[in-house]
């Protein structure tokens, strides 16, 4: 069982950068695969990046692809976002989720979720 706390969001304008961070709780933070997905205004839920237990892999939306980096830290049960170079589009609840069951870009394949932290880059 994991239970999954984001921060790091805020207001940032274009071309910025944001680092956020999912802190995970529990003794098996480093069997699950770990993603990323976000929620714009009217839009549904999209996937942004995935990472494997290990870290050894990952998956990346085209829409993010050279501009964002997830990174695990096992040892402090912590997952990252590295975001650079920002776009309005951007703007968005940014969710962490965690699956035990191999990287993915499903959300159907996430057992747990955090609450979301807002990341809103302005022009």
């Known amino acids: 069982q994991v239970q999954l706390v984001e921060s790091g969001g805020g207001l940032v304008q274009a071309r910025g950068s944001l680092r956020l961070s999912c802190a995970a709780s529990g003794r098996t933070?480093?069997?699950?695969?770990?993603?990323?997905?976000?929620?714009?205004?009217?839009?549904?839920r999209e996937f942004v990046t995935a990472i494997s237990a290990t870290g050894g892999r990952t998956d990346y939306a085209d829409s993010v692809k050279g501009r964002f980096t997830i990174s695990r830290d096992n040892a402090k049960n912590t997952v990252y976002l590295q975001m650079n170079s920002l776009k309005p589009e951007d703007t968005a609840v940014y969710v962490?989720?965690?699956?035990?069951?191999?990287?993915?870009?499903?959300?159907?394949?996430?057992?747990?979720?955090?609450?979301?932290?807002?990341v809103t880059v302005s022009s």
């Open 96 to 118: 962490c989720a965690a699956q035990m069951y191999g990287i993915s870009r499903y959300e159907h394949d996430y057992h747990y979720w955090g609450q979301g932290t807002q």
């Open 29 to 44: 933070f480093s069997r699950y695969a770990m993603c990323w997905f976000r929620q714009a205004p009217g839009k549904e």
